[in-house]
């Protein structure tokens, strides 16, 4: 278990020198794991952004994948840090929600860290993520008894998406993420036939790969997160349509 | 072979959980691969700029190295997908282009990615880095014969680069890449003496090294590309000159 | 010894190939290497700004760990190249002053690099990383005697940071590192009480945690880096003050 994979995910960008920091001191807890960078691009203190990338990026990992997570408005206060087994893998994460839109139906055992034997002899108010997140994923890796962190709970913080709304012929949703090409992630389901409407843009061509159309069509199609996308071949569709994440988006039916 | 080094080079950001995904993937397949982030930065869907780039890096790497390119606007389209073996080494690239400023006469096979066993089960067609490249890399590094992956072809897309073109005791070229000091890497030829024209500015102070001139001069010299470079010291010239890839430069000769 | 832990700490970002050709050659020299990033983000030639990022982290390294630094405003020129034991650690920076805000009673050993059989064979002017950096680390990893490298020096350049002025009932400071979330990192002393003075703003709320006051407060706080800190709560200090490093900052005793 020595060479566990530990996998970072922050906001905290690299310009500073926190993830270095904490890379430090998981490798000065345990010399031999293997650390891989997810994202330390997370926008900050974003934790929707971060829960959509967790739900579209975790489950890809093989078992036993330890998942460091620091995106923590929180840092300091009494929220919580959770350790979560889920499915076949471990996460580290602030009781925050930005975790949970995996699926909840997976998750085996959740333990509130609570025992400082674990964590750096000092601990900051500002710098969790090198203090206590660090350490606790350097002794897991080593393969400390998880049950040594803390008491086991049942309860922690969900984050709440906004589901869409069917009306008449219509389905009511809205942007809810938007990747670095300026894609637009939306959550109405991907099936439904009819016209995109968002802010004064109608949208009607449908496509089954970016490529079916010119550079620069406005253009609807299946992302990859199993929901419908509006996107700009070749272009960035959140500059073009002034576009962010909560942007309404209304499916109009064939009929209307 | 297990341990195989992977590199990735995207398009994608690290904002979004492609990369991510695509790294669990591999894993999954794999996990004793040894993962090596080379760019995720590469400008959206900009072949030539991940052209240039691999040319000045792959040369670098050791026998065996497996490289997964991802720049790709044509995904889900009917291009290509190519497994390559160049010198000593193994790329999976889109045919686009993008891998054709290597040495050419170094392509010692080149295979049409066609056989879906080695694919994810269910492949999207915006996602083909976490859909094909992640699986089909994961499988090559646990040994797969890469003749399982599809048929040998002999032709594929090529990347056709700017040439100079020679006038009376003139130059003329153009900025081919620009890094991210704002240096401009020109076409040109480094070993001719004169003065390089660029918009409405004549640059005629040569230096062999940044650190010659004062902090703001505008200087060329021979960039590590092997071509001029327009450079300013200690600033950067791309926003100095409000130069791009494209912009004309000319140089000068002597006698002129 | 031969896998080696390698950080690299750079200004070249990764859009540019510099970095993955420094990858190339230090794994092409010894392929067991552990290669680990620390940060291509450093603004480009900022030497303060690297001094502060290496201070933060580095001294959480376990021993033995080879650190590369690449922030070389002064490349091509005759500035030299070194190798530094530091702590239970080693370093390979440039000699600008640029890791000397590490503990310098903790250097054992610093040596010039003057000997061309550890470099590439052809070493450009403006690409030591490649050159010089890469192929010297590649060869200390594998277990080469740092002698080998060249002579033992006992002067090199120090960076010399502004300290604080103590007037009547004041300290007057600045701020030394702004980081990616616009926190302004001060070198006030975090202990005093009092009303923080920047611009024309004054700030007395002190907190023990960013939580601890409603988003868009400003507040002042210790910092990890153990000086006081200026932050505005889930928002942006820096663009919110219009401050950068430099700025001056002034802290009024409660008697003010």
Not at 43 to 56: G, T, V
Not at 167 to 183: A, I, S, T
Request: proline residues 7%; charged residues 15%; aromatic residues 6%.
């Amino acid at each position: 278990m020595s060479d566990t994979l530990i996998t970072l995910t922050t906001d905290f960008g690299t310009k500073s020198p926190y993830v270095a920091a904490m890379k430090g001191v998981i490798l000065s807890t345990n010399p031999a794991v293997r650390l891989l960078d997810l994202s330390h691009e997370i926008p900050p203190q974003d934790i929707r952004h971060a829960a959509f990338f967790l739900a579209a990026a975790l489950p890809h990992f093989p078992a036993e994948t330890l998942h460091v997570i620091v995106v923590d408005p929180g840092v300091g206060t009494e929220r919580a840090i959770l350790y979560v087994e889920w499915d076949t893998q471990r996460l580290l994460a602030p009781d925050n929600g930005c975790w949970t839109l995996l699926a909840q139906d997976a998750v085996r055992k959740v333990i509130r860290l609570t025992n400082p034997a674990y964590w750096r002899h000092v601990v900051s108010r500002t710098f969790h993520g090198r203090d206590v997140f660090a350490p606790a994923a350097g002794n897991l890796s080593l393969g400390l008894d998880p049950g040594e962190l803390g008491p086991i709970i049942a309860n922690w913080e969900q984050l709440h998406i906004p589901g869409v709304e069917i009306r008449l012929e219509e389905v009511h949703g809205e942007v809810v993420f938007v990747d670095d090409f300026g894609n637009l992630i939306t959550n109405i389901p991907p099936g439904v036939a009819g016209t995109i409407v968002i802010g004064d843009m109608a949208i009607s061509q449908r496509v089954s790969a970016y490529g079916e159309a010119p550079p620069g069509t406005l253009v609807t199609l299946t992302s990859s997160f199993e929901t419908l996308e509006i996107a700009e071949v070749q272009g960035n569709a959140a500059r073009r349509l002034g576009a962010a994440v909560g942007t309404p988006v209304v499916l109009r039916g064939a009929a209307s």
